[in-house]
């Protein structure tokens, strides 16, 4: 079956463009070229994105590529073959060889490094596809022929670069790029979101790092530890905290699970199975929360045909022993834990984290009475003096 890839001759490898389109439309079949040219001012920002790592304004990699307008090159291989293959950043991985052969053939053409870029699966493909032309590979792969004779120059940066239009924009890059899912409270999105009293959309995810450049999210907080960020969606800033697989939010082993068995809903987003979701809810509303809220307790209460809290909590139990699941204290020390409900202790790091959090409380209650003496002070005084 007949696959969809794409080279990227950046500009610093342009001067060998001619010989290299030569060789590739002699290898694949329905060439289709688009010269790009991103903005010098979101450069830095796109290329950070588009390989899913830090890369600041004048790193190595945007010199090595260069700014200029550089040639994006759609390909059909009409008998991919994958064999195993070492890469540079990723070790040994399963890879189209004929793609894989000629991007390391044009590299050495062009004086080696990466002044070329070329996918090695569909899922690549997919994810970049997505971010350059804003196109899902289903639909651009289904198309009769993707071959044509003029080249098409575009001025644009990547989807969402600036911000997003919609959060159905935002979900599309996601579905074609990483493996997520939004964990709760995703009745009436992409597009109905409001911030009510839960404020965010939970995302948990395999990939933090390419996650937060993916959808151009900028943290709320300073701590490291926190996974508060904020994302431009529409000229509004919508609040998200992406959990990832092995942060202790919920087991490793569960949150594999929840990503293993994800399903799509409403042909829009990913959401946990219908079992990892009740019970991923009842373990947020519990574990996570102080005391079970009201419009927690109402929909858990829907789910399983059960209200009472003691008989939710063995529910509970008995899921997480029968799957091998553990409770575990999240990394996030803002994540509150309830240990005395299930009768576990905590980390040394956290007991003085609600250490701290206590004498805040408790110095805030006292700034309060001072401030309250004081003002019954000044209004003595005020007394005194008119006598």
């Not at 068995?261 to 042909?267: G, P, V």
């Not at 979701?277 to 419009?295: N, P, V």
């Not at 609600?354 to 408790?362: E, F, P, Q, S």
């Amino acid at each position: 079956m007949k696959e969809l890839q794409l080279f990227i001759i950046w500009e610093n490898a342009q001067y060998k463009r001619n010989e290299i389109l030569a060789d590739i439309e002699n290898t694949f079949k329905n060439v289709k070229i688009f010269n790009i040219k991103w903005n010098d001012e979101y450069f830095s920002s796109n290329l950070t994105r588009f390989y899913g790592t830090n890369l600041p304004k004048n790193s190595f990699k945007e010199k090595e590529c260069g700014m200029g307008r550089f040639s994006l090159v759609l390909v059909e291989d009409d008998n991919p073959l994958y064999e195993e293959r070492e890469t540079i950043s990723r070790g040994l991985e399963t890879v189209n060889t004929k793609m894989f052969d000629a991007k390391s053939k044009y590299r050495k053409w062009t004086g080696g490094g990466h002044k070329i870029h070329a996918t090695n699966s569909i899922k690549e493909t997919k994810h970049d596809l997505m971010l350059l032309l804003g196109k899902d590979y289903d639909g651009f792969i289904n198309q009769t022929n993707i071959d044509g004779s003029e080249e098409i120059n575009l001025d644009t940066n990547l989807l969402g670069c600036i911000q997003w239009n919609s959060l159905e924009e935002l979900f599309k890059v996601l579905n074609e790029s990483i493996n997520y899912v939004v964990l709760r409270n995703f009745d009436g999105m992409p597009n109905q979101y409001y911030l009510d009293s839960h404020g965010d959309i939970d995302i948990l995810t395999d990939d933090l790092e390419n996650v937060i450049h993916l959808v151009n999210a900028k943290p709320v907080f300073k701590e490291k530890y926190r996974v508060h960020f904020s994302v431009k969606i529409n000229n509004f800033l919508v609040r998200f905290d992406f959990r990832y697989v092995g942060d202790n939010y919920y087991d490793k082993k569960w949150q594999e699970n929840i990503l293993d068995t994800r399903e799509l809903y409403n042909n829009s987003f990913y959401i946990p199975n219908k079992e990892n979701y009740t019970y991923s809810l009842i373990y947020h509303a519990l574990i996570h929360k102080e005391k079970l809220g009201l419009d927690y307790h109402k929909k858990i209460s829907t789910l399983i045909h059960k209200s009472d809290i003691h008989i939710i909590l063995e529910k509970l139990k008995d899921y997480l022993k029968n799957n091998g699941y553990n409770f575990s204290e999240p990394k996030d020390l803002t994540v509150f834990y309830n240990y005395k409900l299930v009768n576990y202790s905590i980390s040394k790091k956290r007991e003085l984290f609600y250490i701290y959090l206590d004498m805040r409380k408790n110095l805030s209650f006292l700034k309060i009475i001072l401030f309250s003496i004081k003002q019954k002070v000044k209004k003595v005084i005020k007394w005194i003096l008119k006598k």
